[in-house]
Nanobody, 119 residues
Framework: QVYVEESGGGLAQAGGSLRLSCAPS????????MGWFRQFPNKEREFVAR????????NYGDSVKGRFTLSRDNAKNGVDLQMNDLKPEDTATYYC????????????WGRGTQVTVSS
C-alpha cells in the first residue's frame, strides 16, 4: 500500500506565493502521472495540474494557467506545485493525486492540505 504525502500550503496574502509538495510514501513507487486537485466548500474537486513521470507533459486548469507551475522533484520521486500571484478565489483544500498502472488504472489520493488566501 502506498500513501500520498503532501506538504506545504497555509496562509498567504493576495499576490503572494505558496508551494505545495507531494510524493509517494514509497520513494521507489512507479507512477505515471501526479498532480493536484482542489475543492471548494460544497463543490466537487477541480483539476489544477498534473505532470507525467518524465516531466515532459504538463497540463493545467484554465483558472491557474500562467500563475501555477508544476514540476518534478526527482529527489523525492514527487512533484512541487509553485503557486504565484495567489487570489482569494484560490482558497481551497488542495489534494494530491497519483496515477499508476496501465491506462492509469490505479489512483491514490492524499488527505488534502489547506490553502487560504486573504485579500
Amino acid at each position: 500500500q502506498v500513501y500520498v504525502e503532501e506538504s506545504g500550503g497555509g496562509l498567504a496574502q493576495a499576490g503572494g506565493s505558496l508551494r505545495l509538495s507531494c510524493a509517494p510514501s514509497d520513494r521507489t513507487f512507479s507512477w505515471t502521472f501526479m498532480g493536484w486537485f482542489r475543492q471548494f466548500p460544497n463543490k466537487e474537486r477541480e483539476f489544477v495540474a498534473r505532470i507525467n513521470w518524465s516531466g515532459g507533459v504538463t497540463n493545467y486548469g484554465d483558472s491557474v494557467k500562467g500563475r501555477f507551475t508544476l514540476s518534478r522533484d526527482n529527489a523525492k520521486n514527487g512533484v512541487d506545485l509553485q503557486m504565484n500571484d495567489l487570489k482569494p478565489e484560490d482558497t481551497a483544500t488542495y489534494y494530491c493525486k497519483l496515477w499508476s498502472g496501465g491506462n492509469q488504472r490505479d489512483e491514490y489520493w492524499g488527505r488534502g492540505t489547506q490553502v487560504t488566501v486573504s485579500s
